[in-house]
């Protein structure tokens, strides 16, 4: 009975052993529940405190896209919108079906203009709205703080989006919008040249400086220009309705415009002998070659005609009124981008050199897009007399041999065999 008796205690005393045990167990498991529980609302609290995924930011701000988004919509881009025609034209430089196709053309290019949901499956932003922000950037020279405001986007989205929207135009557009002229585009300013008493005349050229707020300091001297400004060179070509044909930008601000016509493509076609033949008549003298109108610090070469600085005679400064009012084709040129994309007329802000060259082209791409939308080249035109007796100027796509065939040129390339052909053409122009 003793022993009975002692088992039973040994296994009452193992009973509450194991309760004392499975209460401590438990009080333990509440206490590093609590724990837990405190760490993760420290946690929680701590990343509230924080910007993006980034420790020690700010959280990131609520700018209520959606419902931006919306107003925007109901402001241009529905049938019965609060702004007419007018008002979209006068805010993004371009009617409404322009501006639907360049960016259908790009959505389909680039997917980051696309709507999509982020990886917690909440929509972003609309094509419209980054459309939006690129735009006011270009038109208004605004700064991505500024274009918040209007966008409700982030100054890194709204940098990244001009990129691409740069990006986008440059690689979709280029072919068709900064091409050479082709046969028919020379026969038809060729025909209003000569209407205006400047038969042969294909376009005036000049070049223009965009000041580079903040170009690095160890460029400073050599982007420096006479005034003491750090600007880019765009040398240019352009015609009576402003269509520019050709487009040279990124030499340094301290060059001339004689350097940069040395280092321009612009006489590329007709140093290969691939540049089409322009005929005319001139006082019973035959010419050969097309010319650019240009100013003073041009060469006296057979494809630039300079204006007259100072006419002495009546008959001087009849010629001179002509030839100033095509010299300034090219600055009215400059003077409408400039009006039209305000980026390019105020300083830039932006430290990239291959993107303010990209800026600057996709500009020109546009106001070419702008001028053929809505360039109305069936109006008539009243100038005054023509005092020169000219013959039609004759334009052929390519030089004619004698067997009336199309000539074929050999390719043209830079070594000790067809260099001589280079230097002859060279010389000849």
């Given amino acids: 009975m003793a022993d009975m008796q002692e088992v039973l205690e040994r296994q009452e005393r193992e009973t509450r052993e194991r309760m004392r045990r499975r209460a401590a167990s438990k009080r333990a498991q509440r206490e590093l529940d609590e724990q837990l529980g405190i760490a993760v609302a420290l ?4 990343i509230q405190g924080r910007r993006g995924s980034r420790e020690g930011r700010r959280p990131n701000v609520d700018r209520h896209r959606h419902s931006r988004g919306k107003n925007l919509m109901e402001d241009y881009f529905i049938p019965q919108s609060l702004y007419s025609d007018v008002h979209f034209r006068g805010r993004y430089r371009m009617q409404p079906h322009l501006f639907n196709k360049i960016m259908h053309d790009i959505c389909n290019y680039d997917e980051y203009f696309v709507q999509k949901r982020n990886c917690a499956g909440n929509l972003g932003l609309l094509p419209e709205q980054k459309f939006t922000a690129v735009i006011r950037m270009l038109a208004y020279g605004s700064s991505a ?14 940098l990244e989006s001009l990129v691409r929207f740069c990006d986008a135009v440059e690689t979709l557009y280029t072919r068709d919008y900064l091409r050479r002229p082709t046969p028919r585009d020379l026969q038809r300013l060729l025909q209003k040249v000569e209407s205006r008493g400047f038969p ?40 009576f309705d402003t269509w520019i044909w050709h487009a040279f930008f990124g030499v ?18 007709v140093l290969r002998g691939e540049a089409p033949n322009i005929t005319y008549e001139i006082n019973n003298t ?7 109108l240009a100013d003073g610090i041009y060469p006296r070469w057979t494809t630039f005609v300079k204006t007259i600085p100072h006419p002495r005679s009546h ?10 009012g095509y010299r300034k084709d090219v600055e009215r040129c400059f003077g409408i981008l400039q009006a039209r994309w305000a980026i390019i007329r105020g300083a830039a802000r932006l430290f990239d050199e291959e993107v303010l060259r990209s800026i600057m082209m996709t500009c020109i791409i546009l106001h070419n897009m702008i001028v053929e939308d809505e360039y109305d080249y069936d109006a008539d035109e009243v100038y005054e007399p023509n005092p020169m007796d000219t013959a039609l100027t004759r334009i052929y796509e390519k030089p004619v041999g004698p067997n009336g065939e199309p000539v074929q040129h050999e390719p043209l390339v830079r070594d000790s065999s067809f260099m001589p052909r280079m230097i002859d053409r060279y010389t000849e122009m």
């Fill in 315 to 324: 008959k001087q400064n009849f010629f001179a009124r002509y030839q100033e």
């Fill in 286 to 292: 035959i010419y050969q070659n097309g010319y650019y």
């Fill in 43 to 46: 946690l929680e609290e701590e």
């Fill in 145 to 158: 703080d500024q274009v918040d405001e209007i966008a409700r986007m982030g100054k890194s989205t709204v």
């Fill in 200 to 239: 042969g005349m294909i376009g005036s050229i000049d070049c223009m400086h965009w000041q580079w707020k903040n170009c690095p300091t160890a460029w400073q001297g050599d982007y420096g220009n006479r005034k003491g400004q750090k600007s880019i060179i765009l040398e240019a070509v352009a015609s």
């Fill in 252 to 269: 340094a601000g301290s060059q001339n415009d004689l350097n940069v016509l040395g280092q321009s493509p612009v006489f590329n076609d």
